[in-house]
C-alpha cells in the first residue's frame, strides 16, 4: 500500500474501540491505521500536552501486539508506562485519549484502576522487567497459559532494577518476552556503556557479512515480508546462525549470558514483521528478547528534530512544534544559571543528573562547563553514590534529581551521605505537585522522608531570588549533606539580585508582624496563601504574624516557639503531605518546650493525590487561603 493510499483510507477507518476491532480489520488497513492514531496523538496532544515522542515511536509495537495477543488475559507491563496512549487507544478509551492528563480524564501512565488492560501501573523506570517476572511466575505456579509481554526503553536497561531483574528471569521461568524499544533516548539522548552497547549491535559488522544467511533464515520462519526492513538494521538475524566455533556477534553477548535468548535488532515499524515475529516468539518455550529499532517521534517532524523536547512537554503548535514562550524563567531554569555560573568561579563544584539535563535545566551546565558535568543515565541509586565519592576527594557535587526519583536514593542518602557526613547538594526539583503528572511524579513525600535523617540540612525557598541564596549557600556549605526542595514551573517573579546572600542556616524570615492573635509559618511558595489568609483575617479584627520559615531542618526554635507561646492558634502550610510533614516538626518543636498552643496544618492529605492543574487540585483537597482561614476561625471560635 502506498503512502497517498495510506493518507487516503484514514478518515474512512473508524476509531477502534477494543482489541477485538483492531483484530477484525484486514492486515493491508493497519497501516492506514497506525496513520490515524499518530494524527489523532499530534492533533490531541497539542491541546493538553503529554508524552508524544514515545508514543508515536510505539505505534506499530502496540498494534502488533494487541493483534497477536489478548489482554486483559495476556499481560503487558509497560516500563515507565509513558507510551502507554496507543495502547489505552486500541482498549476502549480512544473517545477518552482528548482528556489525558486532565482532571478526572485519562492517566498518563498505564493505571490499573483505570482498565483492566493495564494490568500494572507505572511512572519511573526499570520497573518492568521484575514486575513482568512477577506475572510469569504467578501464571507458571497457577498453571495458566496467559503470556507476558515487558516493554522496556534502551534506557531502562541503564537502570538497576532491570539487571537485577535479567538476573533472575532464566531461573525461574520458561516464558517470557521481553521487547528491547531501541529509540536511542530516554528523556534526553542515552548516555554510557549500555547506550554503545546496543549500538554496537545494530551496527556490528557481524549482520553485514551474515546478511544473506539472515535473510534467508528470516525468511524462512517469518516469510518473505521480513526482508523490508528500516534504515540502519539489516535483514532480521538470529544469533545461532553463526556455528559454536565462529566469534558471535555482540547481540548475543549480554542477554544470552542472562540465559535469555536473543532475536533482533528488526524493523520496530513494520507492522507485519513484527506481526509474525510475535507470532513466532509466543510459541518459544524459554524466556525472549526482541530487539526493534524505532524512531521516537515518528510521524511529526518537530518531535523527530527534537526528541527531548517531545518527550513530554505542555500545549504546541501543531505547524511549527513551538511552545507558548514564558513570560519569567522557571525555578529549573534559574538553578541551572546559578550553579554554572557558581562552577565558572568556582573550579570545585561539579553537576550530577540522572538522564534528565533538559527536565533540570543542567543541559546549560552541559554547554558551558561540559567537563564537570555528569549524566549518569536512569541511576539514581548509582548518582549518589558517585555524588558521595567525589565529595570525599574535597569536590562540591549538585546532585539534581526530581524530589519523586531522589526517593530511589533513600538508602544511599542515610549510609552513605549522612552516616559519613558528607557535603554533598541534593537538589530536588518539582518539589510539591507536580499536576498533570499524577501521583507518581508529585513530590509530596521528601520532607518527611528526610526530616528524620540525623546530619542533614534542608530548605525550601519562598521566591527566585531566596532560591538562588540558598544555592549560594549550599556551594558554601561544608558540614554535612544539605537538600534543597524546589516546585515546578514558575515562581513568583522576584528576580535573583546581583550577588546572591549568606542566609544563617535555621534562621527564619518574618514577612510581616501585626499582631499575636495567629502565626503563620509557611515554607516554600504557599507563603502567599499565608499572607492572603493573613489579610482576610485583618478584615475582621484578627491579627496574625507571617513567617516565611525557609528551614526544614533545623527549624528556627527560638523564633518559632517565643511566637507560638503568646499566639491563640498557629498555622502552618506547606505544598507537602501532612503525615511526618513541615508541620508534624513544627508541632514536635512546640510539644517538646511544652507549649500547647492549638496548630492548623495545612497541606496535602494522607493518600495519593490525583492528576490535574494544580489550582483544581489545591482547591479540592484545601490547599487555599479559605480553608486556611476556615480552619483558624474554628480554633479561635468564631
Known sequence: MTKTSVSSSVDQLPAIQSPAGLKALPLEKLPALAEKIRRTLIETLSETGGHLGPNLGVVELSIAMHRVFNTPQDKFVWDVAHQAYVHKMITGRWDKI??????????????????????????????????????????????????????????????????????????????????????????????????????????????????????????????????????????????????????????????????????????????????????????????????????????????????????????????????????????????????????????KIVAITAAMPGGTGLSVFKKEIPQRYYDVGIAEEHAALFACGLACQGLKPFLTIYSTFMQRAYDMIIHDMAIQNLPVRLCMDRGGLSGDDGPTHHGLFDIGYLRPVPNLVHMQPKDEDEFVDMLWTMANYEKGPIAIRYPRGNGPGNLPKEQPALLEIGKAEVISSVGEDVVFIAIGDVLELAKTAASTLAAEGVSSTVVNARWIKPLDEALFTNLAAKARVVCTLEDHVLRNGFGCGVMELLSTHGITTPVVRIGWPDEFIEHGSVPVLREKHGLTAENAVRLVKGKLGR
Do not use: M
Open 98 to 347: 482528548h482528556t489525558i492528563r486532565q482532571y478526572e480524564g485519562l492517566n498518563g501512565f498505564a493505571l490499573r484502576t483505570e482498565s483492566e488492560h493495564d494490568c500494572y501501573g507505572a511512572g519511573h523506570a526499570g520497573t518492568a522487567l521484575s514486575a513482568a517476572l512477577g506475572f510469569a511466575v504467578g501464571r507458571d505456579l497457577q498453571k495458566k497459559d496467559d503470556h507476558v509481554v515487558c516493554v522496556a526503553g534502551d534506557a531502562a536497561f541503564t537502570c538497576g532494577p532491570s539487571f537485577e531483574a535479567l538476573n533472575n528471569i532464566s531461573s525461574q521461568t520458561k516464558r517470557l518476552i521481553v521487547v528491547l524499544n531501541d529509540n536511542e533516548w530516554s528523556i534526553d539522548r542515552n548516555v554510557g556503556a549500555i547506550a554503545k552497547y546496543f549500538n554496537s549491535i545494530a551496527t556490528h559488522d557481524g549482520y553485514a557479512d551474515l546478511h544473506q544467511k539472515a535473510a534467508a533464515f528470516v525468511e524462512s520462519i517469518l516469510g518473505k515480508g521480513a526482508r523490508r526492513l528500516a534504515g540502519k538494521v539489516e535483514e532480521s538475524a538470529k544469533n545461532l546462525l553463526l556455528p559454536a566455533s565462529e566469534a558471535k556477534p555482540a547481540s548475543s553477548v549480554l542477554f544470552e549470558e542472562f540465559g535469555i535468548r536473543y532475536y533482533g535488532p528488526i524493523d520496530g515499524h513494520d507492522i507485519p514483521l513484527l506481526i509474525k515475529t510475535f507470532e513466532f516468539l509466543k510459541k518459544q518455550n524459554e524466556p525472549v528478547l526482541l530487539h526493534i529499532i524505532t524512531e521516537k517521534g515518528r510521524g511529526y517532524k518537530p518531535a523527530l528534530e527534537d526528541p527531548g523536547k517531545f518527550h513530554g512537554l505542555g500545549k504546541y503548535n501543531i505547524e511549527t512544534g513551538e511552545t507558548p514562550s514564558a513570560s519569567k524563567p522557571t525555578y529549573s531554569q534559574v538553578f541551572a544559571r546559578s550553579i554554572t555560573d557558581f562552577a565558572k568561579a568556582d573550579e
